[in-house]
């Protein structure tokens, strides 16, 4: 059987990570469900209880769920304007070049 390699996003990784600190299920069911190994997930859960306890240390809030699906949202929603913006500029430079090659345009 041949393996895959995946990359996971940090936005990815830690509402995976959540997913078992919030609700109390365990890794494995958690893996089960999203189709992750169950080792990878428990080092994910593992990572962002460090960095929680990292925050509370420094009398900081982590994130509530609410929060990071809306700082997801932003940043899906400016990959898109990033991508709108580079298409918007190579459809300037191509009229630009059109309009220069336009017979009398000079």
């Known amino acids: 059987m041949s393996r895959k390699r995946r ?4 936005e990815y990784k830690v509402e995976a ?8 299920r365990t890794v494995a069911e958690v893996s089960r469900e ?3 190994h169950e080792s990878l997930l428990g080092r994910w859960v593992a990572d962002e209880r ?3 306890e990292a925050a509370a ?3 900081e809030q982590p994130l509530s769920g609410a929060e990071r699906a809306e700082l997801l ?5 400016v990959a898109e304007q990033d991508k709108d913006i580079a ?3 190579k459809a300037s430079a191509y ?12």
């Open 7 to 10: 990359s996971f996003t940090t």
């Open 17 to 24: 990570a959540h997913r078992v600190i919030d609700s109390g």
């Open 34 to 36: 999203l189709g992750v």
């Open 50 to 52: 460090r960095r929680v």
């Open 57 to 59: 240390v420094h009398r």
């Open 73 to 77: 949202r932003l940043r899906k929603q």
């Open 87 to 89: 298409f918007l500029k």
């Open 95 to 106: 009229f630009a070049a059109m309009q220069q090659n336009r017979p009398g345009s000079s």
